[in-house]
């Protein structure tokens, strides 16, 4: 019985580690993905360049962006009208969902930068 | 509403319109197939037009202090607590607006501010053009 706790332990806790698991629900933020895609892309790979590419971006910048927009703290008449139709659950769940694509062309500065 | 010199590839902010409503106000069509093809074409050739591009290897040098923050994998904003975005890879029009933002201050980020404030138009030009041209 120990053993079995202790195993259910670690399932649990490797379950956690893993960040698609760590936090929304990634099919419900595909369905509410839809409208999205016309500009970010089926792929989240925008292709106009206007557009932010939101595939394999940190889900929690993506949660932050979405509620920025929503409170009107960051200032855009697109994304305003288009977040303030989502609930806090939603944004969970469409940014878990962006951050988990596959084919991310996004890319952080490491050993990208003069002299690295 | 942006009002940066150059701006002509950002209609849709000044009209506030969806871009289906943008291109049928355009060309003052609703969207049938020949017009489809035709703005498919127009989006195809726009990083032609946008040409007033900046250069890649200036570019690189001006973004070793970003590094600090985004050449961190994982790395984090401390208060509140969210990861630093990737911007190698973003599009470049994208990252100019987003750069302009800062330096206007319509987007509020103390740090990303000072990082615009202190940065030209041309710096920006060249900024977003080596971070455009990066993959993962």
């Known amino acids: ?116 | 509403m942006r009002t940066v010199a150059g701006d002509e590839g950002w209609p849709l902010y000044s009209t506030g319109l969806t871009p289906e409503k943008f291109n049928q106000r355009r060309t003052g069509t609703k969207m049938t197939r020949a017009p489809l093809l035709a703005a498919a074409l127009l989006i195809t050739s726009l990083p032609c037009l946008a040409a007033e591009k900046g250069d890649a290897a200036a570019g690189k040098t001006k973004v070793y202090t970003c590094a600090g923050c985004h050449g961190i994998p994982g790395w984090k904003n401390p208060y509140p607590n969210y990861h630093v975005p990737k911007v190698g890879g973003q599009n470049y029009d994208y990252l100019v607006a987003a750069l302009t933002e800062y330096k206007k201050g319509e987007r509020a980020h103390p740090t990303m501010r000072a990082q615009g404030e202190s940065l030209s138009e041309q710096d920006i030009r060249d900024i977003a053009t080596y971070l455009s041209s990066l993959t993962p």
């Open chain 1, 1 to 116: 019985m120990k053993r079995f706790t202790a195993s259910l332990l670690i399932t649990t806790l490797a379950a956690c580690a893993t960040p698609a698991f760590a936090k929304g629900d990634i099919e419900a933020g595909k369905a509410k993905s839809v409208p999205c895609q016309a500009c970010h892309g089926a792929d989240g790979n925008a292709a106009d360049p206007q557009y932010p590419r939101l595939a394999g971006q940190y889900h929690d910048y993506l949660e932050r962006a979405l509620r920025e927009y929503k409170t009107g703290e960051r200032k855009n008449p697109i994304m305003a009208g288009f977040a303030t139709t989502l609930s806090e659950e939603d944004i969970v769940n469409v940014s878990a969902y962006f951050a988990s694509l596959p084919g991310s062309k996004l890319t952080d500065l490491h050993d990208k930068v003069q002299g690295d």
